[in-house]
RNA sequence: UCCUCAGUAGCUCAGUUGGUUAGAGCACCUGACUGUUAAUCAGGGGGUCGCAGGUUCGAGUCCUGCCUGGGGAGCCA
């Protein structure tokens, strides 16, 4: 009898009905009786599970009415149309016990709260939410290479290690091999001779590689050490970073848009399932915001438009908006709700902005953008970067950027420099978007927060 | 980092102005049941009330400190 899984009875349709099979997985949830019983089987190829049924003919009938939520089992039998229910299901002629699970399984067929859940991270990816979530994770992953790929972008690796001091992009960890228990930390002596961290963007490297293949993308892990509990942050996520030369705002505002476009159709396609269950655990259609997402252009508003909205909204806000200032959590949250679910808030005021942003004409704003999205808070940040030697130059010293160091990003603009733009992608933000979870802590297998990294 | 709420059985939760032996549902064990699907029904076992102090004749309940988690804010993607 051949071993199949259950992706091939559920996707590829490539075993039919009374065909024996025999397979490998886990009990979601068992039924009993006197006489027979039904086992809710997974095995994790696709989301659907399938139901076992047995019966008293069984020789080891009695046993296998005590396999336990949890367990793993293997089943042989035959795949029927149930006559009662009108859905596929296994009759077993025989069901093995392979590793038993005990009574306190933590796991079990009920509601549990996402908090509970997140305290058992190495088990949750059991459950159907989670599978749900992570098989989403998955595919929204291959999509972001296949939209990029299909362009022919070059996929670079930029390292994780960097001496790369102030990039612009919040608090660093700090890596060193010193054995810091027993010796005072003296970088000079450190393995990279200088003090050394786990990198909070690839961007400064990506735009080098953007320099010499036009178009590139980076995807990987991101280390960040602020202090941050939020349901939208991480100390240890992934961020997409793609770079784009020859290009300025408004066309990396295009692609910003078609991207982002691409993936989410993507998902509707591809894990019809996986939304259908979200949506009912998160009591939101899913497909139906999606497909509309797709469909509808993304607004785009400069900063000063958006204050001048906020300033005339009928709602009281905490923070008042100001023109040059930045938008507060409340500010973001309005106009995200008044353009419909995402909108780009462009031209943003210097000074509270990044040093490699390029400085606009009116010397006042600089060409980045943000694209704000109802859930997931900033979802995309990017910009055109200041190209000119001198400009760039002027900007790292008055915001106290080390250009010493720095010199092979300043150098670019010495050696054929071109206007390049691009922007940053937080995945996990993504996937919130995608699956309609609220919290970031439960769209990454093992999140890493402030007082937190277990598993 | 600040503000705020919470922590009672494996899980979800109740526990009155401080007062006898801390309860329920699910899970588990025993039994009943010929198609269940969060199966149902009857019975049973299961507790360091987050941790450490304190107040009191008496603390799950009140006070102090700490730990952990949630929500909000700030920082950011």
């Not at 919130?432 to 802590?441: K, P, Q, S, V, Y």
Request: with cysteine; aromatic share 12%; proline share 3%.
């Amino acid at each position: 009898m051949k071993k199949i899984e259950l992706q091939d009875i559920f996707l590829k349709k490539e075993f039919g009905l009374n065909e024996e099979v025999s397979l490998q997985g886990w009990i979601r949830n068992h039924r009993k009786q006197k006489q027979m019983g039904f086992i809710d089987f997974f095995d994790g190829t696709v989301f659907e599970s399938i139901q076992v049924v047995y019966d008293e003919k069984m020789t080891n009938f009695s046993e296998i009415s005590g396999y336990r939520v949890g367990s793993s089992i293997e089943v042989q039998g035959k795949l029927i149309q149930s006559e009662y229910n009108n859905s596929l299901e296994i009759v077993a002629t025989e069901v093995t016990l392979i590793g038993d699970s005990p009574e306190n399984f933590p796991l079990q067929p009920k509601k549990h709260s996402l908090e509970f859940l997140r305290e058992i991270a190495y088990l949750r990816p059991r459950s159907r939410l989670f599978q749900a979530v992570f098989r989403v994770r998955s595919v929204a992953a291959m999509a972001v290479h296949q939209y990029f790929q299909d362009k022919n972008y070059v996929y670079v690796h930029t390292p994780l290690l960097t001496t790369n001091d102030g990039e612009g992009a919040g608090e660093a960890f700090t890596v060193s091999a010193l054995d810091l228990s027993k010796e005072k930390a003296d970088f000079s002596k450190d393995f990279f001779g200088k003090q050394a961290s786990l990198a909070v963007t690839g961007q400064l490297e990506g735009e080098a590689f953007a320099m010499a293949f036009k178009n590139i993308y980076t995807f990987g892990p991101t280390f960040r050490a602020e202090n941050s509990n939020t349901k939208t942050h991480l100390a240890e996520f992934w961020m997409i970073e793609p770079e784009i030369a020859f290009c300025e705002l408004p066309e990396l505002m295009d692609l910003q848009e078609d991207f982002l476009k691409y993936v989410v159709k993507m998902i509707t396609e591809k894990c019809a399932s996986e939304l259908k269950f979200l949506s009912q655990y998160n009591q939101t259609d899913l497909l139906d915001r999606h497909l509309k997402f797709v469909d509808t252009q993304i607004a785009r508003v400069t900063h000063e438009d958006a204050i001048t909205i906020l300033k005339n909204a009928p709602v009281k806000f905490e923070f008042t908006p100001e023109y040059g200032e930045d938008l507060a959590k409340e500010h973001e949250k309005y106009l995200s709700e008044h353009f419909g679910s995402a909108v780009f808030i462009y031209n943003w005021p210097k000074d509270i902005k990044a040093f490699y942003m390029k400085v606009n004409d009116d010397m006042k704003t600089v060409a980045a953008v943000d694209l704000i999205v109802v859930g997931s808070g900033e979802l995309m940040g990017g910009s055109q970067r200041e190209a000119r030697y001198e400009q760039l130059h002027d900007r790292m010293v008055q915001m106290g950027i080390p250009s010493e160091d720095l010199y092979w990003y300043l150098n670019l603009r010495k050696f054929g420099t071109a206007e390049h733009s691009g922007f940053g992608l937080g995945f996990e933000r993504l996937i919130m978007f995608l699956t309609g979870m609220e919290n970031i802590r439960d769209v990454i297998p093992f999140h890493r927060t402030p007082q937190c990294c277990e598993f």
